[in-house]
């Protein structure tokens, strides 16, 4: 870790009242939570695109989902 960000790091435990491992260890799950996401996103992405889009099965959807009339 270059002295900037590990300075910078010091910073942050101090204001949040941890220290500098809790810090780096807290920053990582939340990374590694935000990749999985990631991953997770992609993925329901690319298999609703590999879908065939059958137009009958979609209108049926889309009467449903319709807001009723007042």
């Known amino acids: 870790m270059d002295d900037a960000l ?3 790091t010091d910073r942050a435990a101090k204001r949040v009242r ?3 491992s809790a ?3 807290e920053a990582l ?3 590694l939570k935000r990749l999985r996401t990631r991953d997770l996103e992609a993925r329901d992405r690319f298999g ?3 879908q065939s889009g059958d137009s009958d ?3 049926a ?3 449903v989902a319709a807001w ?3």
């Open 61 to 63: 959807w889309e009467e």
């Open 48 to 50: 609703y695109q590999r």
């Open 18 to 20: 941890v220290n500098r």
């Open 57 to 59: 099965d979609l209108a």
């Open 6 to 8: 590990l300075r910078a």
């Open 68 to 70: 009723p009339e007042r």
């Open 29 to 31: 799950r939340e990374h």
């Open 23 to 25: 810090l780096i260890r």
